[in-house]
């Protein structure tokens, strides 16, 4: 071995299995590395399979064939020399789980103890976005070897991370002054606790020499310096700069091609800003729409801050998704500021809501982490994560590290209340504090829909120039925005505050008397006695609405109080009455102490302590739940008055929705903006402006539009099924929907998005589908963090997605060729929103319906075309009955005639239309290919664009072999180039 460990008497061990389930996949190769005594041995056996493996573990596993694995050892030899091997050592594996999982099923005798190699990489490194082996290997080692999956080779790569952790930890202890600090942690934190299995491999080895470990990354690398070619920019160009190749592809790193739309769309953008206007912009999909504007407002920014012109040196961008915040901050600005070579010239960063990170002052106080060495090291991950205030976004924790350390159970206990965090006076480190102070000079700020209709930062960052992207989601999402919302299950734990918390209310409030002379007596039983009162309120609510029988089993139940469908009108005056029950308890809780607090402090005295401001914040709690259960009980042509109740009856949910929410736009969220630009791919309807500006209050707004940019009318078709059924026949549905999902996908070979309005049917559809998929290649997942895998062409996806898919997803190529849709997205007339605009506004199903079916059908079929590459089919399983909906989508969508289907004419169309896409794919590859170096050229663009064509040489010089799947072309060299020509 060329590789040196820096751990002894330990086993570095991988499996590689058939399938990720033990009961119905097989153990196929172990492989190990053994440390004793600083020797190394290796173990490496190949398992002769019962079932037939799946083809596409022969592509993932590298140099796996299937003549070697059927020549393999038995379960039952393989299992004596495995145990031999390891003896009573301590194995690591990278996600241990996995590992347990098979080893239990397969080998119960193994009873050896198992650390986690992710788990570690996590303790020690947990703002990293991705701790799987490839990346860890890229990020902290020189070693750009890829992931094998293979037995052997996954458990040296194994070695490497878990040295190169484990040195960066030292080093990193070394130059703060401080050894073994986390070793001497984790005495104190699990004193009295059994110890965490890591913490002895923590010590640096005395004879440690960090010459032994050349590949280890010390230094993080967040940008590679790019060989940038020394040119002149003329930064008054603006959207002219578009057009100067020279600029784009300087450096290398990206493809670029100038649009004449992209400049139009900056122009555009730069017109508005000059005259202080408003725009509303639609781009489609492929038109570089995020490129134009943030070319502009980077190009505007740097020009101001150098004429010292600070108010106009700012722009806030704001989106509706994380994945595009996140895409802003991590790649899109960078790359354009390092292309305009202004990298250090302006500064940029994301904003979230203060709910979205660690408050370090509330983690250290909260006692949710005493349970067991679990919550333990949750809280040593939280600690660690946000103490040096460089991160804290409780948002962009890792995935598989949000579900390991059960991140949601504890959120609420952790991050930063808004009512109690004073940033301005608050002394902790922590990144909010941080980004906080940041905000005023910097000149680029990425933030959510949601926070900039409150943007609680204006003390410190006056909102300028704004660029709203996904302007689509104000029409719907607005409402919600400006909603006030009593949710019972959340103030019944603000109510514990009073007396089972630590420090509790009571607590916080003899001890604020202390400080002032102890003016007052303090009756703590009158005050937790008219706690209790509140919390038997809500128990008397939630009987109610059990005697009533508010639900049906599946749902929750929702109605507009004041509108209600039948259920609810012959019981909406005792509900009333219930709530005004509850809303005098809750004014009786927040008189008592606020004439407390009023009475421990003189008036002309204002206290700025902890005690007094934490008391303050929770009385005004209380008076704001007030407020809304007494706004809600009031008759209003304002609001929608909305209650909901889960369905099995935890909890009730009251909601004051405001009906205009044109007024609040324009008063809360551009009342001091200068100018504004509303920006999508999705904003016409009826191919019109009007219907965006009227709900938004934009009508004095000037608008533009681009035409598609991809021929959707040849590179896609359109479907509804005849012989689906109708979604409301929930059984039937589920069970046909799930028969073409997998005809389709074993067409296909996966690489297909289903899209759900509905949770409970894509649980169905996923329950059946599971059924249907036992013993294929196929994998089916309903996360929108498994997206990534169906960019492999060697696995087989499916993904089962609800509303947050219908958006914020990019999957070019082959790796996404179908989309299908549930049903016609109909907003049901039962709406409690729709029902209060129908009766205090007069409009029309119709009116408000359409215009949201439209938004989310094109938002569904934008995920299917993201590039010239692209193709695919769009298919909407239950197409309802009203022909004139899709011939308006047939319009709106810009692409072909939607026709309706059997589900085997579509199924046995699409081997004749996919190849045929693909054939297109390939000749449109050709003409971009380098005619000195085709095969290489050819790959890379393929690479680039997520095409699965690949390109091989026959052993004849003259010909070369494109291959695509089942698809293989034997071309001549000479017909290429003419090809190209």
């Not at 393989?78 to 996600?95: G, Q, T, V």
């Not at 509330?362 to 982490?369: A, G, I, P, Y």
């Not at 709406?831 to 129908?838: G, I, Q, V, W």
């Amino acid at each position: 071995m060329k590789y040196k460990s820096v751990l002894d008497n330990v086993v570095y061990l991988d499996i590689e299995t058939t399938g990720l389930n033990p009961i119905n996949s097989e153990i196929i190769e172990i492989g190990a590395l053994k440390i004793t005594n600083s020797v190394q041995s290796k173990l490496n056996i190949l398992i002769k399979p019962i079932k037939e493996v799946p083809i596409g573990i022969y592509h993932l596993c590298d140099g796996l064939k299937a003549d070697d694995l059927y020549k393999g050892y038995t379960l039952i030899e393989a299992k004596r020399m495995l145990i031999e091997f390891i003896k009573d050592l301590p194995l690591i594996c990278h996600n241990k789980s996995f590992e347990e999982s098979f080893f239990s099923y397969y080998f119960p005798e193994v009873k050896n103890s198992i650390l986690d190699s992710m788990e570690l990489a996590c303790i020690l490194e947990p703002s990293r976005k991705n701790f799987n082996v490839q990346d860890l290997l890229n990020e902290i080692t020189t070693i750009k070897e890829k992931e094998k999956h293979r037995g052997l080779e996954d458990s040296i790569h194994t070695m490497l991370i878990v040295n190169s952790l484990l040195c960066r930890l030292w080093q990193r202890e070394e130059e703060a002054n401080r050894i073994n600090n986390l070793y001497n942690e984790l005495n104190k934190l699990f004193i009295n606790r059994k110890p965490w299995g890591w913490r002895k491999y923590l010590l640096k080895p005395i004879m440690f020499d960090p010459v032994d470990y050349p590949y280890v990354l010390f230094k993080e690398t967040f940008l590679k310096p790019l060989k940038m070619n020394p040119i002149k920019i003329n930064y008054e160009d603006y959207e002219k700069l578009l057009r100067n190749e020279n600029i784009w592809g300087n450096g290398g790193d990206f493809k670029y091609q100038y649009r004449a739309d992209q400049e139009s769309i900056s122009l555009k953008i730069r017109e508005n800003y000059e005259k202080s206007k408003r725009i509303f912009i639609e781009a489609p999909t492929g038109s570089g729409k995020t490129f134009a504007y943030l070319l502009i407002a980077i190009i505007v920014s740097y020009l101001n801050k150098q004429n010292k012109n600070f108010d106009d040196s700012n722009f806030v961008i704001s989106t509706d998704t994380k994945e595009l915040q996140n895409q802003l901050i991590d790649k899109d600005i960078p790359n354009i500021l390092r292309k305009l070579k202004l990298y250090n010239k302006i500064s940029f960063g994301a904003m979230k809501g203060k709910g979205n990170y660690i408050c370090m002052e509330r983690l250290k106080k909260s006692k949710e982490f005493e349970e067991d060495e679990n919550s333990l090291l949750s809280f040593l991950f939280l600690k660690r994560y946000g103490e040096e205030g460089t991160s804290g976004d409780l948002e962009n924790i890792n995935f598989w590290a949000l579900n390991y350390f059960h991140i949601d159970k504890y959120k609420n206990h952790i991050n930063c209340d808004s009512e109690n965090c004073n940033l301005d006076r608050c002394k902790t480190i922590c990144f909010l504090k941080n980004r906080y102070n940041e905000l005023p000079k910097e000149n680029i700020t990425v933030v959510n829909h949601s926070l900039l209709a409150s943007w609680p930062y204006s003390e410190k960052r006056k909102i300028n120039h704004l660029i709203i992207d996904e302007a689509h989601n104000l029409m719907e999402k607005a409402h919600d925005f400006f909603s006030e919302e009593f949710n019972s299950y959340e103030f019944s734990e603000l109510i514990k505050q009073i007396n089972e918390t630590t420090p509790s209310i009571i607590f916080l409030l003899k001890r604020l008397n202390g400080l002032y002379n102890y003016k007052n007596h303090i009756d703590s039983d009158d005050i937790i006695n008219k706690s209790k009162d509140i919390s038997i309120s809500i128990a008397f609510m939630l009987n109610e609405f059990i005697r009533i029988g508010l639900n049906n089993g599946k749902y929750n139940f929702n109605d507009e109080f004041f509108n209600p469908e039948e259920a609810l009108r012959n019981s909406s005056e005792s509900i009333a009455d219930l709530l005004s029950g509850l809303k005098m308890c809750i004014y009786r809780l927040y008189k008592v102490l606020d004439d407390y607090i009023k009475n421990i402090l003189d008036e002309d005295e204002k206290d700025s302590g902890n005690e007094y401001r934490a008391l303050n914040n929770y009385v005004m709690k209380l008076r704001s739940a007030f407020d809304i259960i007494d706004n809600f009980l009031g008759y209003s042509k304002e609001y929608a008055k909305v209650i909901d109740i889960d369905k099995e009856f935890k909890y009730f949910i009251i909601k004051n929705v405001p009906l205009n929410i044109s007024k609040l736009i324009n008063e809360n969220m551009l009342n001091e903006v200068k100018s504004t630009v509303f920006i999508s791919a999705t904003l016409r309807i009826n191919n019109s402006f009007q219907e965006v500006k009227r709900v938004l209050g934009q009508k004095d707004a000037n608008t533009f539009w681009i035409k598609p940019v991809f021929n959707l009318k040849n590179r896609t078709k359109i479907f509804t099924v005849k012989d689906i059924g109708s979604y409301k026949n929930e059984e039937l549905f589920a069970e046909n929907t799930a028969k073409l999902i997998y005809d389709i996908a074993i067409k296909t070979k996966g690489h297909i998005l289903v899209l759900f309005s509905n949770n409970l049917r894509r649980e169905n559809v996923m329950n059946k589908l599971t059924i249907y998929s036992k013993g294929t290649e196929l994998e089916i997942y309903n996360n929108k963090k498994a997206i990534q895998y169906l960019k492999d062409k060697n696995r087989q996806v499916v993904i089962l997605g609800s509303k947050g898919f219908f958006e914020g997803i990019d999957i070019p190529g082959d790796s996404l060729n179908c989309v299908i849709i549930d049903k016609i997205p109909n907003i049901n007339p039962t709406d409690p929103l729709y029902k209060a605009l129908k009766t205090y506004t007069n409009i029309f199903y119709s009116g408000y319906n359409y215009p949201k079916v439209c938004i989310k059908l094109k938002q569904g079929y934008g995920r299917l075309i993201r590039s010239i590459y692209d193709y695919g089919y769009f298919i909407i399983l239950d197409g309802g009955t009203n022909k004139d909906t899709l011939k308006k989508l047939e319009i709106d969508l810009s692409g072909p005639a939607i026709y309706e289907k059997w589900s085997k004419e579509i199924v046995n169309t699409i081997s004749i239309d996919f190849n045929r896409w693909k054939e297109e794919n390939f000749y449109n590859i050709i003409k971009e290919v380098d005619s000195k170096n085709i095969k290489e050229s050819f790959n890379d663009i393929s690479q680039k664009m997520n095409l699965y064509w690949e390109c091989v040489e026959t052993g004849n010089k003259d010909e070369l072999e494109f291959k695509n799947n089942e698809k293989n072309l034997k071309v001549k060299v000479n017909n290429i180039l003419n090809k190209r020509l």
